[in-house]
Structures are given as C-alpha cells and as structure tokens.
C-alpha cells in the first residue's frame, strides 16, 4: 500500500487530471487552490446548462453538498449522470446529511442516476447514511467514532462504493479491504474547508488510479501528512498561519515522504 500511494501521487503530478467541483461557496477557493497544489486542474463549473458538455473534458468530478443552491442540484444530478455515462468517477461529500432532510432527497437522486465512485463524509455524516446514529451539530461532526469502520463498511456493502470518514483517524473501506489513517491533526479542526479539500484530493487520486481503495487511501495519507507538516511550522495556536502553511506543505509534497510518514493500519 505504501509504494501504491507514492504511484498515485507522481501520478497525479504527471497526468495533471482535470477535477470538475460542483462544491459550497464557503470552501471553494480552497477546494481550486489545494487541487492546483496537488497537481490536478480544477474546474469549478456548476452551471446546469454547461455540465453535460464539459462532461467529455474532466477526469473526476466532485460533488459537495454544503451550500446546496438550486442551481447547483439541477447541475450536479445532471454532471453525475453524464459522468458515469462517460465512465468518469464521481466522488460524493454528503455534507450535513445527517442534519438536513433535503440533502437525503438529493442523494438519493445521485444514487438513482449515477454512479458514485467514492462517499467521502464526516464521521456523524457516514454514520447516518449507514443508518446508525451520528452526532451532528450544524454541518459538523460530535460524534466519537464509535463503531464507525463497522458503519463504513455497511455502507461500502450497500452501495457498492468506497467510503472515506474523517475523524482523528480517517477510515478508508470498499467493503472487503478497510484501512485506518491515523496521519493529521487537530488543526483541521480550527479552519474551515479541510474536509472539502480532502475530498477534491480523493477525487484527482481517482482521476489516476481504477482502484479506489487505493486511490482514496493515497489521498487521505497525503493530506494527513500535509497537515501534520504545514501544523509543525504554524506551530499549536496559529490557525491562519496553519491554513497558508496547508497549501505549501501540499505543493511540496512527494510521494516518497508521505510513503516513509503515513501511518496505516488494515483492519
């Protein structure tokens, strides 16, 4: 696995793939700019009579339920669907579904119409799709983790899918093969978009890589490590440093180092 991730990243850096977000409006600056770090292009194109044609250019897309308009629902069920047309992964981050009936309704529109390559949540938003109990407060996770590869793979099984949960350590599965992430830190917490950033990296590595095990697990270690580099020099109580030092930390980031730095655990 670890030489796996180290293939991915350079994959990455070769290939440049183009990553189309239809994401929140709070994080999607970040989302363009850790994409741009990592080696992949964004394209933050979510105009519904623009997706079904620029479907033929990208590599992945990566839908962000956060900020949910009108507008971007018609565009991201219609993305998805000529994605998986065209046989390019689409990667899901059910923001808030624990806490908002609506986004229910929208996934279950995704699910009907697509594909969905990866589900990448929070740990309280996986749990609630899986069914078990998630702690939410807003668009934010409360909950401990308890039980949640179980949950992981729940959903993996059901949806035949990949599932990624952040937590203070990050639960990869596909059902058969789970694995554990115990890189990052607790300053992803104290700026918004970490999680969305995560997920816009799971999707460049799926641009890359047809197992998505693999290409999910690549992506999580790699911003895991980033984090742990970029919260070494910002130091404890330096969020805004931190945020700033992320990007850097991404852009300088080689396969190898995160290769000898990762921390995986197959469960």
């Known amino acids: 696995m670890v030489d ?28 363009a700019n850790i994409l741009i770090c990592f080696g992949a292009s964004p394209a933050m194109v979510e105009v519904r009579g623009e997706v079904e044609e620029f479907a033929a250019a990208i590599s992945a897309l990566y ?14 069920i219609a993305a998805a669907r000529r994605a998986t047309e065209l046989g390019k992964p689409v990667v899901l981050d059910p923001v808030a579904c624990g806490a908002i009936s609506r986004k229910m ?33 807003g668009m934010d996770s409360v909950d401990e983790g308890e039980d949640l ?31 554990l992430v115990d890189n990052g830190t607790p300053l992803f917490g ?16 799926a641009a890359v890589e047809s197992d998505l095990f693999a290409a999910s697990t690549a992506a999580m270690a790699a911003m895991g490590v980033a984090g742990e580099m970029a919260a070494e020099l910002a130091g404890p109580t330096t969020p805004g440093t931190f945020r700033v030092r992320l990007f850097d930390a991404v852009y300088a980031l080689t396969g190898e180092e995160v290769a000898k730095r990762c921390r995986i655990r197959l469960v």
Do not use: F, H, W
């Open 190 to 205: 104290a700026i918004t978009g970490s999680g969305c950033m995560a997920g816009a990296l799971v999707a460049a590595a």
């Open 149 to 179: 590869p179980e949950a992981c793979r729940t959903l993996a099984e059901r949806l035949n899918t990949v599932v990624v949960a952040t937590g203070k350590t990050d639960v990869v599965t596909d059902g058969r093969r789970t694995c």
């Open 63 to 76: 839908i962000n339920l956060g900020t949910l308009t009108g507008e971007q629902k018609e565009a991201a």
């Open 4 to 31: 796996k991730i180290a293939e991915v990243m350079k994959r990455v850096r070769e290939s440049t793939p183009l990553v189309q977000c239809i994401t929140n409006y709070v994080t999607v600056n970040d989302v």
């Open 105 to 137: 309704d929208v996934i279950d529109r995704l699910l009907e119409c697509s594909r969905i390559a990866v589900i990448k949540g929070n740990t309280g938003e996986i749990k609630s799709l899986a069914g078990y109990s998630g702690k939410m407060r």
